[in-house]
């Protein structure tokens, strides 16, 4: 085998390990702890006090595969343009909404690409509470900032064991 050859063929095996070892840590590690949301959204009031339920502004979360980062049209059904409170939380809100611009929430759960994840199977087909996956986040006080549940291999196939639901490879791997 030639020079350029075997360079060729050492650069591909480095790349293919690297790309491996990428997926692997994707797949196992869960999403940086501690991030800090654009406003300080209160679960537990928006819950306790006004009576929401998940749905109510995570709006796919029966329907589709994702569940929605609520878009500023949610918010805007109860907080439009005089404050309902005299939270400063809700001031920055309100800013939003008079900008008529997007909140940047970061989104906290995300699945690697080779995994198929659907809401709406877990939720309605499997009677999961949100709870499952996202912790007692009905209590929360301050924004999600972290996995309650990080979206790990081991985490998912406890949870169908757990469930007697299958483990079988292709299930979530498409």
């Known amino acids: ?6 360079t060729y063929v050492t650069i591909g095996v480095i790349v293919s390990i690297v790309g491996l070892l990428s997926l692997f840590l994707r797949a196992v590690l869960p999403a ?24 109510d502004c995570h709006l796919n979360v029966e ?18 343009e005089e404050p309902i409170s005299k939270s400063p939380i809700e ?14 929430w970061v989104q906290i759960y995300s699945v690697p690409e080779q995994v198929y994840f659907s809401h709406r199977r877990h939720v309605m087909i499997g009677g999961l509470e949100c709870s499952s996956c996202h912790g007692e986040i009905a209590a929360m006080t301050t924004p999600v ?3 309650a549940v990080p979206v790990t291999m081991k985490n998912c196939m406890a ?5 007697k639901v299958t483990n079988d490879c292709l299930t979530c791997h498409l």
């Open 1 to 6: 085998m030639s020079r350029t050859v075997r």
């Open 32 to 55: 940086s702890p501690n991030v800090v949301q654009p406003i300080a959204y209160n679960h537990k009031i928006h819950i306790e006090t006004v009576g929401l339920n998940c749905k």
């Open 63 to 80: 329907t589709m595969a994702k569940a929605s980062i609520p878009a500023l049209e949610v918010c805007q059904a109860c907080h439009n």
């Open 91 to 104: 001031k920055e809100l309100l800013q939003y909404v008079s900008e008529k611009k997007e909140i940047p």
């Open 145 to 147: 900032s972290y996995q």
């Open 159 to 163: 949870c169908h064991k757990q469930n």
